[in-house]
């Protein structure tokens, strides 16, 4: 198992072929691999290249690269990561086989469907093992497995074996054909993705907890996997069930929420891998580029996993980014390595505030975050514990906008705030690390009393005074017959329906259409479940009625709620 924390280059999300059509090739990933290394020269730490999804050829067991994608292979790429020190990984679908025609020795642990093998009958299990051993010899050592189906069996066992035995018994084989590679395969390194997480009922129906930020907490996950994999990851990176005008902060909390789901479940934070880093230029981040790229970082190495994860395009990162990346993940690593992490404050699902403490013997780096829409004070007594009532402190970082206010063990931040307090050894200027100037927090913000009405099936309205020098925030959310969020998707791109055209906000005042300004209006894949919006004051005639609607175009029943408030903000908000 991994002694140390680690830093991971994985290079999904530089291209995307499952919510997008930019396709891997040999000269992407060669290029992504120049800038990881124009990156290490100026001080970020890669230890490790992962190589994710489609690099095989369909026809060759995972024994060959993809034509014309890869016309000379991978040697290229793999005697250019080993010359300088960067360890290869590769991505594999585990007994899935829905990206492969199976070769010659899988075909006897066929389903019969032909989309899965089994694990303890027939061949493929062998073949795979052997096929990783393959590129353990030539220089592989990272292994990220993926999309596992422990339900798999050909035929004639699925007639006369229960579905719980063939469950249990491909678990089996699985965890001791793992346990006997690494003990023939020293430093090799396995990180589990989809597939190695419970589904779960609650209130009558099935659910995915990597799905949802809303359900209650469940036992999800098997932590027998910890004795075979170094880390168990959490889920794609995707948007909460957390409203928030700020989409890729509602984006950090849904990691933020399923770290903390994960560790209910028994699983150390170091083993805990939250992918939570991602920048790109695809459909799979949302194009998101490298937007509000600082605290997503920040929020990624505090959440205290020694399988420190980076997605996408490296080259959207230029030399005062790499100098700022290289600063913040030293200053983190370093408190992995040698000291604990920890979390206080609300579940991140529940909108309320919270946040992750990593500790050493001299100093902690205490990252907080207010998801709920109002200014939060938050009390971090129980987070420094550990650390002497004495000790200085000083704010290191924070979005712009509303000043957080720094007191006695205790931090004022505003609407869908995140901030990174230094104490003791930190609480020193030569650990600062300034403000995100691209996210623009409300200097203030009011909830306005707003009662909203249903108007047609799947639509409710209010009308309320405009103000006269305020934005008008709506915050819209649906939920199923069960009260747990209910998320829309209109497909991936690039001919996804945006989501804006299915959840619905609109503005009237005096019979015109007021324009509303909204984040969220992306083809996302995993759905949202919410709506956001606001109006700047120059839109409206003030203390004239204006009328906010909301439509859900959700083909299942769904209920609605809406919210109202007023903002005002210190510096002019962003408006991509």
């Known amino acids: 198992m991994l002694k140390h924390p680690v830093s991971i280059y994985i290079n999904w999300a530089a291209y995307d072929e499952l919510s997008d059509v930019v396709e891997l090739t040999e000269a992407l990933a060669l290029r992504q691999l120049r800038e990881l290394l124009r990156l290490r020269a100026l001080g970020v730490r890669f230890d490790y290249y992962l190589m994710d999804a489609f690099w095989y050829a369909r026809d060759g067991g995972y024994r060959t690269w993809r034509r014309p994608h890869w016309p000379n292979g991978p040697d290229a790429w793999l005697d250019q990561c080993l010359s300088n020190g960067v360890l290869p990984g590769l991505w594999v679908a585990g007994n899935s086989c829905l990206a492969h025609d199976p070769v010659p020795a899988w075909r006897d642990s066929l389903t019969e469907d032909n989309t899965a093998c089994c694990l303890f009958s027939g061949g493929f299990f062998a073949h795979f093992l052997e096929s990783l051993h393959l ?42 054909g ?18 190695f997480e419970e589904q779960t009922r609650c209130r009558g129906a099935s659910y995915v907890t990597q799905s949802n930020t809303s359900l209650p907490f469940r036992k999800v996950m098997d932590t027998r996997w910890l ?8 889920g794609d990176p995707r948007p909460a069930d957390v409203p928030a005008m700020n989409f890729w902060r509602a984006k950090d ?3 933020d929420h399923m770290v903390r789901a994960y560790a209910l479940n028994g699983l150390p934070f170091s083993r ?19 937007a509000a790229w600082r605290g997503m970082l920040l929020l990624s190495l505090a959440r205290g996993g020694w399988a420190n994860t980076y997605y996408g395009n490296l080259d959207l990162l230029d030399e005062d980014d790499a100098r700022w990346f290289a600063k913040a993940q030293a200053m983190f690593m370093a408190v992995q390595a040698y000291g604990w992490c920890d979390t206080f404050g609300a579940m991140p699902g529940e909108g309320e505030p919270y946040g992750f403490v990593a500790a050493g013997a001299d100093g902690a780096l205490v990252t907080v975050v207010n998801p709920s829409q109002r200014t939060a004070t938050v009390e971090l007594g129980e987070a420094l514990a550990a650390v002497s009532a004495s000790a200085p402190v000083r704010l290191l970082f924070n979005d712009a906008g509303f000043e957080p206010a720094l007191g006695n063990r205790q931090i004022t931040l505003g609407a869908e705030q995140m901030a990174l307090v230094g104490l003791g050894r930190y609480a020193d200027a030569q650990y600062d690390l300034g403000a995100q100037d691209d996210v623009i927090i409300p200097a203030s913000i009011e909830p306005l009393p707003a009662e909203f009405v249903a108007d047609g099936a799947k639509a409710i309205t ?19 017959a069960r009260g747990i969020a209910k998320r829309t998707s209109g497909g991936s791109p690039p001919n996804g329906v945006t989501l804006a055209k299915l959840l619905t906000i609109t503005a009237h005042q005096a019979g015109r259409e007021v324009p509303v300004h909204v984040n969220y209006d992306k083809a996302i894949w995993s759905g949202l479940s919410w709506a956001v919006g606001e109006i700047a004051p120059e839109h409206l005639t003030p203390g004239e009625p204006l009328t906010l609607r909301f439509e859900s175009r959700e083909p299942d029943a769904v209920h609605l709620a809406g919210a109202v408030y007023l ?7 962003a408006r991509p």
Not at 151 to 174: C, G, H, V, W
Not at 272 to 290: A, E, H, V, W
Not at 567 to 573: D, G, L
């Open 272 to 290: 805990i891998d939250n992918s939570g880093f991602m920048i790109g230029t695809t459909g799979t981040c949302y194009y998101r580029g490298k």
């Open 253 to 255: 909390v849904y990691s």
């Open 567 to 573: 903002v005002r903000y210190a510096q002019k908000p």
């Open 178 to 195: 793992l346990k006997r590679f690494r003990h023939e395969h020293p430093g090799v390194v396995f990180l589990a993705y989809n597939g």
């Open 462 to 480: 209010a009308t309320i005074p405009a103000p006269r020098d305020a934005h008008v925030r709506a915050v819209f959310r649906q939920a199923d």
């Open 227 to 234: 004795e075979v994999f170094d880390a168990i990851y959490c």
């Open 135 to 176: 590129w353990y010899e030539r220089g592989v050592r990272l292994f990220k497995v993926d999309f596992m189906n422990f339900d798999a069996a050909p035929p004639a066992i699925a007639q006369t074996m229960l579905p719980s035995e063939i469950r249990a018994q491909n678990i089996a084989a699985f965890i001791a």
